[in-house]
């Protein structure tokens, strides 16, 4: 038997009522039972509230409070957490029933600190370089349904930045890259995670504003000057080839 939960899995929403369920019952549905579960809600009007305390028997804790974006929501979630591993799923997506059992196995077998499971969007996306965010942009290694991570490291390099409205993830795994120190495992193709939606608050925000706050990012990171604009030009001409293709 386990002495203190494993898993912190945390959901934060603001008026999802459409898709809130759906996402709680796959975590609820788990097959590996070791976990604690925390939403955070940001002051839902629209009925979200009241489908979520329709589960409040088996949620561990539910946190009613108005925030300045997600990210403070996550950093709340997580300080209101004492799972030894966590991950944050976003009301719009959703685990298989083995998700847990995949990490689990995943942290106990490698010794690690941090995991990527498969994910699917369209397609099933697997095997995370995190080496690749050096050098593109809009290449998240993981989707955060799909990624666990121990609190010794958010002790260690810090919650997520609320000063970004948009990408405060990017940076959270930017810090977390350049610390060689962590050791992390990638799934196979099989070890599928979870589903997310394509409709989530970073869908919404333009190609120039994405890059703009990745470029932010990079330079608060202390990404080279030179590289940093050197991968705005190859990904603003990428962008346009694309355009001049779709057209043709």
């Keep these: 038997m386990y002495k203190k939960k494993i898993f912190s899995i945390i959901?934060?929403?603001?008026?999802?009522?459409?898709?809130?369920?759906?996402?709680?019952?796959?975590?609820?549905?788990?097959?590996?039972?070791?976990?604690?579960?925390?939403?955070?809600?940001?002051?839902?009007?629209?009925?979200?509230q009241k489908i979520i305390e329709n589960y409040r028997k088996k949620i561990t804790k539910i946190i009613v409070k108005k925030?300045?974006?997600?990210w403070e929501a996550m950093n709340t979630g997580i300080k209101n957490?004492?799972?030894?591993?966590?991950?944050?799923?976003?009301?719009?997506?959703?685990?298989?029933?083995?998700?847990?059992n995949i990490a689990?196995?995943?942290?106990?077998?490698?010794?690690?600190?941090?995991?990527?499971?498969?994910?699917?969007k369209r397609k099933i996306?697997?095997?995370?370089?995190p080496e690749f965010i050096k050098y593109k942009f809009n290449c998240y290694p993981s989707h955060s349904v799909s990624f666990f991570v121990k609190r010794s490291v958010h002790k260690e390099?810090?919650?997520?930045d609320t000063k970004f409205n948009y990408c405060a993830d990017y940076d959270f795994f930017f810090k977390l890259f350049k610390n060689k120190k962590f050791k992390y495992a990638k799934a196979k193709k099989s070890q599928l995670?979870?589903?997310?939606?394509?409709?989530?608050?970073?869908?919404?925000?333009?190609?120039?504003?994405?890059?703009?706050?990745?470029?932010?990012?990079?330079?608060?990171?202390?990404?080279?000057?030179?590289?940093?604009?050197s991968i705005i030009i190859l990904r603003f001409f990428n962008k346009l080839r694309n355009k001049i293709f779709y057209f043709i």
């Design 11 to 48: 959901t934060v929403v603001l008026n999802n009522k459409n898709k809130i369920e759906r996402c709680i019952k796959s975590v609820l549905s788990q097959n590996f039972k070791n976990f604690e579960y925390i939403i955070v809600d940001g002051g839902s009007t629209d009925g979200t």
């Design 67 to 70: 925030d300045k974006n997600m």
């Design 81 to 100: 957490s004492k799972g030894e591993i966590i991950c944050i799923l976003n009301s719009d997506d959703y685990f298989t029933k083995n998700a847990l």
């Design 104 to 120: 689990k196995n995943q942290f106990q077998k490698n010794n690690i600190d941090y995991f990527f499971g498969a994910v699917k």
């Design 125 to 129: 996306f697997y095997h995370f370089n």
């Design 157 to 160: 390099i810090g919650l997520y």
């Design 193 to 229: 995670i979870g589903y997310f939606d394509t409709s989530g608050s970073s869908s919404r925000i333009g190609f120039f504003k994405t890059l703009y706050l990745e470029s932010k990012i990079r330079l608060k990171n202390k990404q080279n000057l030179i590289l940093v604009l």
